[in-house]
């Protein structure tokens, strides 16, 4: 069992940035890849960045590349997700989730924090 709490999120004007955290814990997390996932008004949840926590691979959706970095912290068990430059469309409530190497798809999820990107 993995548990995910994010913190970070907010308003900010255009062209700002903002910075989540996803606090995890449990077994193993190692054997996890850590994602960032968001989900805008009226639209699909949608990849935004995964990192495992062994070697620290970073990937990336391409609309956010160059402006999100995405890094984590095995010591704290923390992944964040460092969001510059921000548009508009990056509006959306920001999930963390856990995904076994081994899995197609999540096995947990944060409950979320919006994130409010204003004109």
């Known amino acids: 069992q993995v548990q995910l709490a994010e913190s970070g999120g907010g308003l900010v004007q255009t062209g700002g940035s903002l910075r989540l955290s996803c606090a995890a814990s449990g077994r193993t997390l190692s054997m996890y890849t850590m994602c960032w996932f968001r989900q805008g008004p009226g639209k699909e949840r949608e990849f935004v960045a995964a990192i495992t926590w062994t070697g620290g691979s970073t990937y990336y959706a391409d609309d956010v590349k160059g402006r999100f970095t995405i890094s984590s912290d095995s010591v704290k068990n923390t992944v964040s997700l460092q969001m510059n430059s921000l548009k508009p469309e990056d509006t959306a409530v920001y999930y963390c989730?856990?995904?076994?190497?081994?899995?197609?798809?999540?096995?947990?999820w944060g409950q979320g924090t919006q994130v409010t990107v204003t004109s």
């Open positions: 989730a856990a995904k076994l190497l081994s899995s197609a798809s999540v096995d947990y």
